[in-house]
């Protein structure tokens, strides 16, 4: 099974796997918000850690899928807004790789505890292509405007020191082996308290943010519609799969 949960206590640990790198495509998005929905009709679970197996947390979208059948984006993004839209406090726990669209799962979680093997990118503008995922609402909200944009305008990888610094991490464990345990003791934490309480907390704070994302998303994709058709796009997916530079034309 692509995503399974056991629980532990009032924690539930949800795990999601899509090897070789857990690459997001919206069969498994679909999967990960059923089981996040399921839990929050389990009145046991106060709190939930969202983990992925292997090296990689998730290094991007798949959206060729069951035979390279085309995947819209926009379906993609339907999920999306069901991962916002989870009523239980989630921890994320990311090793390795996050990138692109799987930052954007890193973002659903309430609180991220990272590996000092984390490697965290909003890496688009070197593929010539736009923000998706509601990253463009999500990454602000975290760690502010202004880092947001060097993330997005750049493409550069976060490591765990500056992610910890920059609110993007609010732990580092100090090893893949000791990531899981250390996001369960913060899940934990919040699981001792009282559960009510703690869910009205979170609403209050979260405000109406599965909206916002779902119309954030629609911005994102009408971007990135037209930036497909682009020379740059062609040449950005090229550059990133030679691993080189993009020698991008603006057209």
């Known amino acids: ?25 919206v069969d498994l998005a679909k999967e ?7 839990l929050d009709r389990d009145a046991d679970c106060r709190a939930v850690v969202l983990c992925s197996a292997g090296k990689n947390f998730c290094a991007g979208a798949d959206l060729a899928q069951k035979g390279d059948r085309r995947i819209s984006v926009a379906d993609l993004y339907v999920q999306t807004e069901r991962l916002f839209g989870a009523k239980k406090p989630i921890v994320a726990a990311i090793q390795g790789a996050a990138v692109g669209a799987g930052l954007g799962v890193a973002l659903v979680g309430d609180f991220r505890v990272v590996s000092t093997s984390v490697r965290l990118t909003a890496n688009f ?7 998706g995922f509601g990253l463009t609402l999500s990454l ?28 993007l ?28 309480a703690v869910q009205s907390t979170r609403a209050t704070l979260r405000g109406e943010l599965a909206k916002a994302v779902r119309a954030q998303t629609d911005v994102e994709l009408k971007e990135q519609t037209w930036l497909r058709e682009t020379e740059d796009f ?18």
């Open 1 to 25: 099974m692509p995503v399974t949960t056991r629980t532990d206590g009032h924690v539930a640990l949800v795990e999601f796997e899509n090897p070789p790198a857990n690459f997001i495509n």
């Open 125 to 131: 503008v070197k593929l010539g292509f736009h923000p």
């Open 234 to 251: 062609a040449e950005g997916v090229r550059a990133v799969n030679e691993r080189r530079s993009g020698n991008f034309q603006g057209r």
């Open 169 to 196: 991490a609010d732990a580092v464990s100090a090893s893949d082996d000791t990531l899981r345990d250390d996001a369960l003791a913060l899940a934990r934490e919040i699981a001792e308290n009282a559960p009510l």
């Open 140 to 167: 602000p909200r975290v760690i502010g405007q202004q880092r947001a944009s060097l993330m997005f305008l750049t493409g550069r990888r976060i490591q765990a020191e500056d992610a910890l610094a920059w609110g």
């Open 32 to 38: 990960i918000a059923d089981h996040l929905e399921a």
